[in-house]
T-cell receptor
């Protein structure tokens, strides 16, 4: 069964305090891994797609990396506006066809 | 604004009833996905349509069904509603719908409350 877990469940940072969020996955046929940001009561907002181990993508204060078992979202010098829930998701192909599995998310709070 | 629209924004109904949620994808996107998000389950993939045809099926109950019309908008039908169906329902769209990874763009969601 395809599974995605994320840690920590919640994270509180001071403004400017860098940290990393973890996404661990167990899938039979990984096609791609995605990171999304979700604000309360809104739909997830796309951040990155990673296709293969060793790949890295950057956007402003965020950097996503991928290994064969996990992905990290590094946040450098975060600002209060980075506060949100960060979701990791995989697109996988298994014996039952194509599947899209989201992790439970990491709730990030950045304090001024 | 992702370009994906969903109606209605809120829906309150009673157990045993049937409702229809509507989604219009971004201009040019051929694929539509439906998700359910509840507090205890997180975001759960329900079903995907690509250019009018069902492409992938997730944890969709038999009481739920969906379709994608020739103009590419999609509807999710929920019937014999139960209290546990109360959740946020999101629609997402992507350019393609094959095995190559496509980023999905999410709508604002429909909040369904079953009383």
């Amino acid at each position: 069964e395809d599974q995605v877990t994320q840690s920590p469940e919640a994270l509180r940072l001071q403004e400017g305090e860098s940290s990393s969020l973890n996404c661990s996955y167990t899938v039979s046929g990984l096609r791609g891994l995605f990171w999304y940001r979700q604000d309360p009561g809104k739909g997830p907002e796309f951040l990155f797609t990673l296709y293969s181990a060793g790949e890295e993508k950057e956007k402003e204060r965020l950097k996503a990396t991928l290994t064969k078992k996990e992905s990290f979202l590094h946040i450098t010098a975060p600002k209060p506006e980075d506060s949100a829930t960060y979701l990791c998701a995989v697109q996988a192909t298994d014996n039952y066809g194509q599947n899209f599995v989201f992790g439970p998310g990491t709730r990030l709070s950045v304090l001024p | 604004d992702s370009g994906v629209t969903q109606t209605p924004k809120h829906l309150i109904t009673a157990t045993g009833q049937r409702v229809t949620l509507r989604c219009s994808p971004r201009s040019g996107d051929l694929s539509v996905y439906w998700y359910q998000q509840s507090l205890d389950q997180g975001l759960q993939f329900l079903i995907q349509y690509y250019n009018g045809e069902e492409r992938a099926k997730g944890n969709i109950l038999e009481r739920f069904s969906a379709q994608q019309f020739p103009d590419l908008h999609s509807e999710l039908n929920l019937s014999s509603l139960e209290l546990g169906d109360s959740a946020l329902y999101f629609c997402a769209s992507s350019v393609e719908g094959g095995l190559y990874p496509n980023e999905q763009f999410f709508g604002p969601g429909t909040r369904l409350t079953v009383l």
